[in-house]
């Protein structure tokens, strides 16, 4: 989404989860090893993403975007596959 049809909000929501997300990649420490931040302040960094993803989604359904759920490749074929199945019988036998 470019920065002229962002609200101001939109602006806000997305440099929050950066500044969020970078800190938790600024910080990661390898297992076993005693992590700088508590307990307490990793959890409320996983709210605040939570919130600020949950709005997002909101604004866009308020612009008529639907969130698809799953990000996509761009030449990753769309849609569903219909399979037929039959009913256990084979094809080739006739029924008596």
């Not at 390898?30 to 600020?52: A, K, Q, W």
């Not at 308020?62 to 074929?77: A, I, L, T, W, Y």
Request: aromatic residues 2%; charged residues 25%.
């Amino acid at each position: 989404m470019s920065t002229e049809t962002e609200s101001k909000e939109q602006r806000i929501l997305r440099m929050v989860k950066k500044v969020i997300t970078d800190i938790a990649k600024d910080t990661h420490t390898p297992p076993g090893m005693r992590h700088p931040l508590s307990d307490s302040t990793i959890n409320s960094m996983r709210i605040c993403l939570e919130l600020i993803v949950l709005r997002e989604t909101e604004l866009m359904a308020q612009n008529g975007n639907v969130p698809s759920g799953k990000p996509r490749f761009v030449d990753e074929p769309g849609g569903s596959v219909v399979v037929q199945l039959n009913n256990g019988k084979s094809g080739s036998k006739k029924q008596e």
